[in-house]
T-cell receptor, first 109, second 115 residues
């Protein structure tokens, strides 16, 4: 997989936007960027993915830089239920998603 | 109606026993996966089946044998269980990457404890 680098942890205030950065400087032209999260004791949950354009869905927005070497996941209004480990993944093989250490996000009241 | 369901949710067993974990998906997906999450919390892919054919087989002891009777089911059988097999095992499914991105839907996990 293209190596991704994420901060180990970050805190966010409830109701504020959470901006989660990810570096993927070795990404190839046809590789997607995927974001998943894992809430404690649950299975991983898909959030969003993108190739070149910015993307938005009901959960989050994904901003990909023009050179595609980094991206930012935005949770627009973080809630306590958004506390989880967030994974940024860029797989060489779309069937083989590898999860790194991710970013532990703690949303505080 | 759970999309990807695994049974059992918890399994406690003795070393040396043989056990199975079952997975079923009702999403109509063609591809299914088994992942292992150990005590250090890293998720590692073990196997993947596409239309009942094995397409990913990571470096997993041959005591682990996946079986896919049909596209909707992928079971994991483990022989001669060892202490190091204690982990949470996640099943997942996806449509596959034939039309672009491949998005996985995960089950809730099966926690295996080997004593």
């Amino acid at each position: 997989d293209a190596k991704t680098t994420q901060p180990t942890s970050m805190d966010c205030a409830e109701g504020r936007a959470a901006n989660l950065p990810c570096n993927h400087s070795t990404i190839s032209g046809n590789e997607y960027v995927y974001w998943y999260r894992q809430i404690h004791s649950q299975g991983p949950q898909y959030i969003i993915h993108g190739l070149k354009n910015n993307e938005t869905n009901e959960m989050a927005s994904l901003i990909i830089t023009e050179d595609r070497k980094s991206s930012t996941l935005i949770l627009p209004h973080a809630t306590l239920r958004d506390t989880a480990v967030y994974y940024c993944i860029v797989p060489h093989n779309d069937y083989k998603l590898s999860f790194g250490a991710g970013t532990t996000v703690t949303v505080r009241a | 109606d759970t999309a990807v369901s695994q049974t059992p949710k918890y399994l406690v067993t003795q070393m040396g026993n043989d056990k199975s974990i079952k997975c079923e998906q009702n999403l109509g997906h063609d591809t299914m996966y088994w992942y292992k999450q150990d005590s250090k919390k890293f998720l590692k892919i073990m196997f993947s089946y596409n239309n009942k054919e094995l397409i990913i087989n990571e470096t997993v002891p041959n005591r682990f044998s996946p079986k896919s009777p049909d596209k909707a089911h992928l079971n994991l059988h483990i022989n001669s269980l060892e202490l190091g097999d204690s982990a949470v095992y996640f099943c997942a499914s996806s449509r596959g990457a034939t039309s672009g991105a491949n998005v996985l839907t995960f089950g809730a996990g099966s926690r295996l404890t080997v004593l």
